[in-house]
């Protein structure tokens, strides 16, 4: 581990505990940690991914999922907002942007944004391709039109790509490419023709806005339409690979909460006692921490192998398979650990005066999220089959 890794990793525990005190109020309340958000800014922890060119760390995303792995431990929300703010649209934008929405996104990032990647719709979730959301070319702008839902962040951030299928002035299809759009939600300043239709309200991570998004005649300057440098007919799968630093994340917020939940657990199995000694004593329970303790430790080795991989052909992305093993194997684990830990705490982790029952809830969406642990088997056996699998977003 070099110095700046370091210094990143003890930077993230410091703040930490100023995160852990507040997490449950965001939680109880609904809201979106702004504060936090701020206080990342100001360390230079939003966007330090970003090349030093534009203002950024240039961290890589190893040393990101060590910074997302100590914020998780303490509010799961916040580690989402990192998580965003380095390893999703970002780095699509970073990887495959011109020089002009670089220098556009890049400080918008840094400042505190969390950009919204717009792909999932009503009827196309796992299965993006089938999405309906349309951009037609009209001279130098493109028209979109269509539905997205379940946005991350939709309402907060300022940042969108949207992903959409690229249609030529007279109908023909080109492929799927990503539109970036910004607005103001602080101001309710949005662009003629988008509308946040409305919020979900969900189990966990409920200071995270999940919003239905609708266009309709959005005007697109073309310049701000994203293409790889493969076109639009690949630019899609292109776009995509970003979704595999995006799934370490993911991968490692479960993990971080899950190693946070273990600390909650051996804390309290050496402080209570029951029949006169304390139930760390117990084997049963001994059994069960080391169960825990292995699981993480799994987690966080196949997540730091695949953040630090890279895919086929020099890609600025991780491996598909390795990210996708890695975040089935983490948030598959995170829920069994946390659902552990809460039982060592008996009725007390049922209750909100212990952390164990909001982190449960927060966790629990990370086997959804990002790419289902189905859809993920799905990809690691094509992988071990050598045969295609459908384009899939998770």
């Not at 970003?50 to 240039?58: E, R, W």
């Not at 699509?92 to 918008?108: D, L, N, R, S, V």
């Not at 993480?296 to 600025?316: I, Q, T």
Request: proline content about 4%; overall charge negative; glycine content about 10%.
């Amino acid at each position: 581990m070099n110095s700046s890794t370091e210094v990143f990793r003890d930077q993230a525990r410091e703040l930490a505990k100023v995160f852990a005190p507040s997490a449950a109020r965001w939680d109880q309340k609904r809201e979106y940690c702004w504060d936090n958000v701020r206080d990342l800014a100001d360390a230079g922890l939003m966007g330090m991914s970003i090349p030093t060119a534009y203002g950024g760390q240039g961290a890589s995303f190893y040393d990101v999922a060590l910074v997302v792995e100590e914020i998780a431990k303490a509010c799961t929300l916040t580690a989402r907002i990192v998580v965003e703010a380095n390893m999703g649209g970002i780095s699509a934008i970073m990887a495959y942007g011109t020089e002009e929405q670089k220098a556009f996104c890049a400080p918008i990032v840094l400042a505190g944004d969390k950009p919204a990647i717009c792909i999932t719709e009503p009827d196309a979730g796992s299965a993006a391709t089938e999405m309906k959301t349309t951009a037609r070319r009209v001279g130098d702008t493109f028209i979109l039109n269509g539905t997205k839902h379940w946005i991350t962040g939709g309402g907060v951030s300022k940042l969108h790509l949207i992903f959409a299928r690229v249609l030529e002035e007279d109908g023909t299809e080109l492929g799927i490419g990503g539109f970036l759009v910004a607005c103001d939600p602080s101001k309710n300043d949005y662009p003629e023709g988008f509308e946040v239709v409305r919020h979900e309200r969900t189990m966990g991570l409920c200071g995270m806005p999940e919003a239905e998004l609708r266009f309709t005649d959005l005007e697109v300057d073309a310049s701000f339409a994203v293409v790889p440098p493969s076109g639009y007919k690949r630019g899609f799968a292109d776009l995509m690979n970003a979704y595999n630093s995006q799934r370490v994340g993911a991968g490692t917020i479960a993990m971080g909460v899950a190693a946070g939940a273990l600390d909650h657990a051996k804390r309290y199995v050496l402080e209570r006692h029951q029949f006169g000694r304390p139930i760390a004593e117990f084997q049963g329970l001994q059994w069960m921490l080391a169960d825990m303790d292995t699981g993480v430790h799994a987690s966080r080795l196949m997540l730091h192998e695949a953040a630090k991989s890279r895919g086929p052909g020099g890609s600025a992305f991780p491996d598909i398979t390795m990210a996708a093993r890695a975040k089935m194997f983490a948030s598959e684990t995170a829920i069994k650990v946390v659902s552990d830990a809460l039982q060592m705490f008996g009725a007390r982790g049922y209750g909100d005066q212990e952390p164990l029952e909001r982190m449960y809830r927060d966790v629990r969406m990370f086997t959804i999220g990002g790419g289902t642990a189905q859809i993920l088997r799905t990809q690691v056996a094509g992988q071990i089959l050598g045969i295609r699998t459908p384009q899939t977003r998770g």
